[in-house]
């Protein structure tokens, strides 16, 4: 078997066992290219591993994608993320069209299963959050980035805590996903180099404006003070860019030919694979354009893509029960890339709900499939080749010092909105009441760090576990 061969055979391998998130599959990818077969060496893999934890998209597809371009180059890297990918995608595609054939006692059982599994799901998100904090030795650094996160909570958390809590009114601010997003890109690009005390003066006023303007209780309403917003944002974040590129040392530009075959091939793959879909469902071309927006925007791994997903999907794509009840228990209890299964499942519901056919689904589905394999491996292959022209990009550095603290704010929010789903879940079923819904997720999380203090108990048991726990309560209750 070839160089290649042995690749994708790994990866598909790896794909069926990657339980836990893309960072817990650097070191099982290692065991079998690097240290295994040797397809790639050691100083190879540590640079694929840098730029994918700095690019957004799939991490576990990004990192494929490097592999395939390293090992079969243009081949080699479509192949790479399919192998690795197909195994969580088609089991999340099963059981999902299982889900949505059940009657609605069977659906009730579900949700009931689901509140276990989203606090697991929580409790996740608690411990991304931790290991960010964890990640900083100094305690100033340590603060630096609790504000941030802090900040990004306040801007982003208000209709979550007023759903909970049953408050009637517009949040001052509860902006989305892709605005804090817009944001935060907007203050790291116009940094350039380091942030002046008259950038940040600006970057303030910009920020301030904006989030007035896109907030849910638009204070600012007026549409044309956006667009100029809009401009401004973009003329300061190119001078910034312009003024992080100054002074860096530029290598041969040889690749360029190459990086762009690799993205005419990515492209061209998304593309046919796309034609079926955007011909057969209405509403499909829509849904494949804000998933290849989404992969591009998506920092942070897979748990950071749930929020980004409820932020473009919920109740356009895809209902928000069939969000919730069905389709986050399938993609956080399944391994693979959550990016990738999250963007298949959705596409999914968007043909089934645009045509009631569960077969214009599945072929929605394979082309949300293929448009979060090129648009991670696009970003990945141009940020690469970045790497080649320059040494050291301070811009990078920033975005890989920001984007986590960011990423953990953005996680809270997410959280308050399971919590909340799984809320009207016990109150309707359970006739339960906030406080005693609140015992009931100590008493679950006590449960799973119980077990987790049992060595070699993996992540799906544990998901099982919590979830049979919460379907057998919530029937008793």
């Not at 973009?234 to 075959?261: H, N, Y």
């Not at 970003?379 to 990078?396: G, Q």
Request: proline share 3%.
């Amino acid at each position: 078997m070839n160089k290649l061969g042995k690749l994708l055979l790994s990866l598909f391998k790896v794909g069926c066992i990657g339980f836990g998130g893309g960072n817990a599959l650097v070191p099982v990818i290692e065991k079998e290219v690097v240290k295994k077969h040797k397809l790639v060496t050691q100083k190879q893999y540590n640079k694929f591993i840098v730029a994918a934890n700095i690019t957004p998209g799939a991490l576990p597809v990004e990192i494929a994608v490097a592999l395939g371009k390293e090992v079969g180059g243009v081949l080699g890297l479509i192949l790479a993320p399919i192998c690795i990918a197909t195994p969580g995608v088609l089991a999340t595609l099963l059981l999902i069209i299982v889900f949505s054939s059940f009657s609605g006692e069977a659906i009730t059982q579900v949700k009931y299963a689901s509140v276990g599994i989203s606090v697991y799901i929580m409790y996740l998100l608690f411990m991304y959050n931790k290991k960010i904090w964890d990640q900083y030795e100094l305690t100033s650094m340590k603060l630096k980035r609790l504000m941030i996160t802090l900040l990004i909570v306040i801007l982003t958390f208000g209709g979550e805590i007023y759903k909970i809590f049953g408050i009637e009114r517009t949040p001052l601010f509860d902006i989305s996903t892709v605005h804090v997003l817009l944001i935060s890109f907007f203050v790291i690009f116009s940094t350039g180099k380091k942030m002046t005390k008259l950038q940040f003066v600006i970057d303030s006023v910009v920020c301030c404006v904006y989030i007035l303007c896109v907030g849910k209780s638009q204070i600012i309403s007026n549409k044309y003070v956006l667009y100029v917003i809009y401009v401004i944002m973009a003329l300061v974040s190119v001078d910034g860019i312009r003024r992080s590129f100054q002074g860096e040392k530029i290598k041969a530009k040889s690749k360029f030919i190459k990086v762009i075959k690799e993205e005419v091939g990515l492209l061209l793959f998304m593309v046919i694979g796309s034609i079926p879909a955007i011909l057969l469902s209405t509403g499909a071309l829509a849904y494949l354009g804000k998933g290849y927006a989404s992969s591009v925007i998506s920092f942070g791994g897979g748990e950071a893509y749930l929020t980004v997903a409820q932020s473009l999907f919920e109740n356009i794509e895809i209902h928000e029960s069939q969000l919730y009840s069905q389709l986050l228990p399938v993609v956080n209890a399944l391994p693979g890339s959550i990016l990738t299964k999250m963007l298949a499942g959705v596409g999914y519901y968007q043909g089934l709900n645009a045509t009631g056919s569960a077969l214009i689904g599945v072929l929605v589905a394979l082309a949300g499939f293929f448009v979060a394999i090129s648009a991670s491996g696009a970003v990945l292959c141009a940020v690469m080749y970045v790497y080649d022209m320059f040494e050291k990009l301070t811009i990078f550095e920033l975005l890989g010092k920001c984007i986590k603290p960011i990423v953990g704010g953005l996680l809270v929010s997410t959280g308050l909105g399971l919590f909340y789903q799984m809320q009207q879940i016990l109150v309707e079923g359970c006739a339960l009441n906030l406080p005693i819904i609140l015992v009931f997720t100590a008493l679950i999380v006590a449960l799973i760090l119980l077990l987790k203090r049992i060595k070699k108990l993996p992540d799906f048991a544990i998901i099982l576990i919590c979830g049979a726990v919460s379907l057998v309560v919530c029937n008793l209750l």
